[in-house]
């Protein structure tokens, strides 16, 4: 089978991958935290692996990861086909129809098992509901009250706000993506290191927006350099060390922990893209990783949801490490059902 250069490759196993390690990253991380504060286990205490350390998080190398794959694949499929006003009506149903089945989904369940948690809305004036119908409810609930129920939560608005900017970073890259990369880059080291941000960086859409230009950057300049095998393996080595060492050090770096999680998010980009097979074949772990990612969006929606839900229940409770995976596999397979029941119900919406 001939071989195929990566720079003209329009798929790359390697996106499924990162994107199933970024959610992974990210469900993981709310099931910890959950156990943690409703009292049923404390993983710092008792020594078991923990989710952060000086150094390290994963959910914000899960965060960087995704937006990062996110601008790395608009930037892919708007090579083949681009059309302004086509984006945006295929982007945003495709964010928003699923955002309002488990809005709804969430509000009835809700209202019918834990009342009391939507006992404040009415204190809310109601103009802000436009930030529901516009997904941006869980971001802009950082700074104001709003009707959140917590689907999608602020990473949803960030996103939305970038795939509305996306045509402008487009077109930047298409002009000249090296300046614009340069530019980028000293715009996020002013907004990290000139104390401009007041909030979490990790959550701020002015500062994830160098993560998904970052990614739009990387998918046209990194497959390239991949088919050299010098950068390739030098790739694959400088990667493995930077990510080790930042799993074992303990002393805290004089870096900030958004800067480092975002050079291990990179590492891992870099790591993945240096594993992508040469030729065109397929084995059992890649089906899987491209099924998952089908469902990817719609689990991301329900996940912290359902964890919420179950976990509000098991306060107080404490739990064994058995219990605990049975528990996470539990969940697991809850928030696969409700994403398939998900992406159904819109499929029929949609028709």
Known sequence: MERQPMENKTKYLAMNYLRVLAF????????????????NYNFLEKGTVYYSNSNLHIAIIGVSLFFMISGAGLMLSS?????????????????????????????????VLKPEWLGYFPLIAKPKAIF???????????????????????????LIMLYALFPVFRYCMEKNRYITILVATIYYVVLIFGNV????????????????????????????????KAFKVTSLVVSAVVIL?????????????TVNNLVYALMLFLCFFALEPTQASKNFFDDLS???????????????????????????????????????ATEVFIMIAMALLVKNIVALIKK
């Not at 992974?24 to 991380?29: N, T």
């Not at 060492?245 to 922990?257: A, E, F, H, R, Y």
């Open 132 to 158: 529901n119908l516009l997904g941006m409810d869980g971001y802009f609930e950082q700074f104001f009250p709003t009707f959140s129920l917590h689907v999608g939560e602020w990473f949803l608005g960030a």
């Open 245 to 257: 060492t930042g799993i074992v050090l303990k002393t805290q770096l004089p870096t900030t922990i």
């Open 79 to 111: 090579k083949k086909h681009w059309d302004i006003k086509d984006f945006y009506k295929r982007r945003f149903i495709k964010l928003l129809i699923p955002f309002y089945v488990v809005e709804l989904f969430t509000l009835v369940a809700s209202y």
């Open 197 to 228: 941000i007041t909030t979490s960086p990790w959550t701020n859409v002015f500062v994830k927006a160098y993560d998904f230009i970052l990614g739009m950057f990387l998918i046209l300049e990194i497959p390239r350099l991949m088919d050299k």
């Open 290 to 328: 491209q099924q998952i990612c089908k469902i990817s969006y719609e689990v991301f929606l329900v996940h912290h949801i359902i964890i919420y839900y179950i976990g509000d229940n098991l306060e107080g409770r404490a739990m064994g490490l058995k219990q605990i995976s049975a528990l996470f």
């Open 24 to 39: 992974a990253f990210i469900i993981v991380y709310h099931f910890m935290v959950e156990l943690e504060q409703k009292g």
